[in-house]
């Protein structure tokens, strides 16, 4: 709100204030990098599970693979600050019917700028083992 003051007993006055918002527009990830692949036999749409996790193992979003073994999330990731935010990836499916499930956990590291008013992500997949690759950019 604006201010009153007085300057050297003149009459008050008002300060013309602008207040302005500054909102960046956020940042959204499409979670389409993942793959699962069965050994002999036709893999089935639905048939393996797996979550994303936050860093303190809060879920974060569930998927299931589709006939081709590409990985679906219900929703996309979006990030409305800046900061690096870290994420676990799993596959909670469990052995059964000859199926044996990989048991590999990968770290997703996202690392969010603002970029003129846009926020943009950087991702990382990082295994086990702490070999990195960029996967989307």
């Known amino acids: ?15 013309p204030t602008f207040v302005n918002t500054y909102d960046p527009t956020d940042a959204t990830i499409k979670l389409d990098f993942a793959k699962k692949t069965l050994n002999g036999r036709t893999m089935k749409a639905g048939e393996f599970t ?16 589709d006939a081709n073994g590409n990985i679906e999330f219900e929703q996309d990731l979006v990030f409305d600050k800046v900061g690096m935010f ?9 052995d059964g019917n000859g199926v044996t499930v990989d048991k590999t956990v990968y770290r997703i590291v996202v690392n969010v700028i603002d970029e003129n008013g846009i926020l ?3 991702i990382e997949k990082v295994d086990t083992k702490n070999h990195a690759a960029q996967i989307l950019g």
């Open 1 to 15: 709100s604006a201010k009153v003051v007085s300057i050297d007993g003149a009459e008050d006055y008002e300060i």
């Open 50 to 65: 797996f979550e994303l996790r936050g860093v303190n193992n809060d879920m974060v979003r569930t998927g299931t693979n």
């Open 86 to 94: 870290n994420f676990t990836l799993t596959e909670t499916t469990t």
């Open 120 to 122: 943009t992500e950087m």
